[in-house]
């Protein structure tokens, strides 16, 4: 099949779904066509059956705001043509649903077909569609696209429920390559990559997100300061974003600060994430939880919030522990009792990395994704 995919490029999972997704369905021969405004940030080096096609959006001084999704909708009509397209799949409904949509009715005016999907990643649901400036847009490019997914469960029933919408949506959840995203399998090798951030008898927290208000660093620096008055540790933040100082200031008041690393934005966190022994993920909202599922493969298990998508992926107690948002004392406490029993944390480790595998490989997820495609071009 040949492929054309928008998503947004920067650091976020929806982008990361689509850019992996993308890999893969070029690794198993079909031609994958993005289409974006800048190089997806995971793509860059990977070009056998990829191709990335720019969207320029032009201003004009009598533009207060330079219409992306018109842009974005020419562009993908000239890519489905050029590139003899036979199908497109957008990522994150806003706007590029929309884009999708126009871009299909120009090539039915050119006696062309392109039918399109759109998954649905989270806050294009949660939080921004909900907006009554796109609310109706939404729902109406969602209802009139020719295959909807979502990642889970929870935000499939979110979608029927909030915006009335009674089209089918296959729930297909996010997914991680089991052979990149893995534990270290040489203990020596391990602790001396470990060594750039703990000494030997120190514990590894990891935080991986785009430092949004949703995703609640500043939690992960107050249970990380509870955690190390008990057990001495250290704390590797991943990501940037508009609630980075916060954290950093936090850290700094309670004296922590040498041992919380603010790392940035990482392009090969599947090298970071196996050096920690659990991820921090307090979200006042996840559709499923992106940065848990990769952790997870790595033999990290998450201390995690009880909300959303996220218990399709972590179960209590087993794969990983889930506490009401906010719930600090909770989270730290949890923390410390595996930390205190190792053999808790380690049958936890084992069981995560297991579940990674049985349930959301890409290996497995993948032909869903595939067979979904022939399902629509079949009707
Ligand atoms: O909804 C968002 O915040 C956007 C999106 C992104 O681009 O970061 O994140 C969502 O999509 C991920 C991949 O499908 C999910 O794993 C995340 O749980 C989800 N984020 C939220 O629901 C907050």
Avoid at 267 to 284: C, F, G, K, T, Y
Avoid at 338 to 352: D, P, Q, W, Y
Wanted: aromatic residues 8%.
């Amino acid at each position: 099949m040949r492929i054309g995919i928008t998503c947004y490029p920067t650091y976020g999972g929806s982008g990361v779904v689509a850019t992996e997704l993308g890999i893969e369905l070029a690794a198993s021969g079909h031609e994958v066509h993005f289409i974006s405004y800048s190089q997806p940030f995971r793509l860059s080096g990977r070009d056998d059956g990829i191709f990335y096609h720019e969207v320029p959006v032009s201003s004009y001084p009598l533009f207060e705001f330079p219409p992306y999704d018109l842009a974005l909708a020419s562009r993908m009509a000239e890519v489905a043509e050029f590139s003899d397209l036979d199908l497109l799949h957008v990522h994150y409904a806003i706007p590029h649903s929309v884009s999708a949509l126009l871009a299909r009715q120009m090539l039915a005016a050119r006696g062309r077909k392109l039918p399109f999907v759109t998954t649905l990643h989270g806050t294009d649901i949660t939080l921004v569609g909900l907006d009554r400036s796109y609310l109706p847009i939404t729902r109406y490019a969602i209802q009139e696209s020719d295959g909807v997914t979502s990642i889970s469960t929870y935000l499939k029933d979110k979608t029927v429920d909030d915006f009335g919408v009674s089209r089918p949506i296959e729930v297909i959840p996010n997914f991680v390559n089991c052979d990149v995203y893995t534990p270290i399998a040489d203990e020596s090798a391990r602790a001396l990559a470990r060594s750039r951030f703990a000494q030997p008898d120190e514990a590894v927290f990891i935080h991986l997100s785009n430092f949004r208000p949703v995703k609640r660093v500043v939690d992960v620096v107050k249970v990380f300061a509870q955690v190390v008055h008990e057990v001495p540790s250290q704390l590797i933040l991943v990501g940037d974003g508009p609630d980075r100082s916060a954290a950093e200031w936090l850290a700094h008041d309670l004296k922590i600060n040498d041992r919380v690393h603010f790392l940035g934005k990482q392009d090969r966190v599947n090298e970071l994430l196996p050096l920690a022994d659990l991820m921090i993920m307090p979200s006042a909202l996840e559709s499923f939880g992106l940065a848990a599922l990769e952790a997870m493969a790595c033999k990290v298990p998450a201390i995690a919030t009880l909300v959303g998508g996220v218990p399709e992926l972590i179960e209590h107690g087993v794969t990983g522990l889930l506490y009401p948002v906010g719930d600090i004392d909770g989270m730290a406490a949890g923390a410390i009792s595996l930390l205190t029993e190792r053999s808790k944390l380690n049958a936890m480790r084992e069981a995560a990395r297991k579940d990674a595998q049985k349930r959301f490989c890409a290996s497995l997820v993948l032909p869903k994704y595939v067979k979904y495609y022939e399902r629509i071009l079949g009707d």
